[in-house]
Nanobody
């Protein structure tokens, strides 16, 4: 079992930055693939970024170059640094985990591949 708790959301202006954190419980964090997803009102949940057990990172095209995912295994925490925020980044951001160090192909981008989810944190970007 793994519990995930997100923090760091808030309301910012376009062009600002935020860093979201996700603290994980459980001894399997080091071997887990961690992901961030987001869901805007009236839209489906979409992939944002992922980092696997080897530290390889994956990004949605919409955030590539602006967002950076990282992990601190000593703190059982995964982060996403979000720069140059845009109004279209407004959403509830969810941290997700699967107790596997690597996923294949497009599985990193697939919400159904993740077993554990946080409660979400709201990010609002105004123009």
């Amino acid at each position: 079992q793994m519990q995930l708790v997100e923090s760091g959301g808030g309301s910012v202006q376009a062009g600002d930055s935020l860093r979201l954190s996700c603290a994980a419980s459980g001894r399997t964090f080091t071997w887990s693939t961690m992901g961030w997803f987001r869901q805007a009102p009236g839209k489906e949940r979409e992939f944002v970024a992922a980092i696997n057990g080897g530290g390889n990172t994956y990004y949605a095209d919409s955030v590539k170059g602006r967002f950076t995912i990282s992990r601190d295994n000593a703190k059982n925490t995964v982060y996403v640094q979000m720069n140059s925020l845009k109004p279209e980044d407004t959403a509830v951001y969810y941290c997700a985990a699967v107790a596997r160090p690597f996923l294949g192909g497009t599985d990193y981008r697939t919400a159904a591949r993740y077993d554990y989810w946080g409660q979400g944190t709201q990010v609002t970007v105004s123009s």
